[in-house]
Nanobody, 125 residues
Framework: QVQLVESGGGLVQAGGSLRLSCAAS????????MAWFRQAPGKEREFVAA????????YYADSVKGRFTISRDNAKNTVYLQLNSLKPEDTAVYYC??????????????????WGQGTAVNVSS
């Protein structure tokens, strides 16, 4: 079982930056693909970024490519999402997700088995 707790959300002006963190419990973190998804008010949850076990493979939605960076520190059981050049359309609740051990990173939400409670990001224009 994996428990995920996100932090780092908040209110920021357009063009600003935030770093989201997701702390994971459980012994299988280092072999679990991780991802970030987001859900804006009135919209469906969408993929943002994913990272493989070792951090060597990363994937991004086209809408965030070049602005967001996903990374992980397996020694700290934590995955990060650096958000730069934020836009008002980035406003959403951001969720951390984990796959079961030894599965590759993918971009579809049903493939993820464990989810955090979310952290809200609000970008003002």
């Amino acid at each position: 079982q994996v428990q995920l707790v996100e932090s780092g959300g908040g209110l920021v002006q357009a063009g600003g930056s935030l770093r989201l963190s997701c702390a994971a419990s459980g012994r299988t973190f280092s072999s679990s693909a991780m991802a970030w998804f987001r859900q804006a008010p009135g919209k469906e949850r969408e993929f943002v970024a994913a990272i493989g076990w070792s951090g060597g493979s990363t994937y991004y939605a086209d809408s965030v490519k070049g602005r967001f960076t996903i990374s992980r520190d397996n020694a700290k059981n934590t995955v990060y999402l650096q958000l730069n050049s934020l836009k008002p359309e980035d406003t959403a609740v951001y969720y951390c997700a984990a796959r079961r051990s030894m599965l590759v990173a993918v971009t579809t939400s049903p493939a993820y088995d464990y989810w955090g409670q979310g952290t809200a990001v609000n970008v003002s224009s």
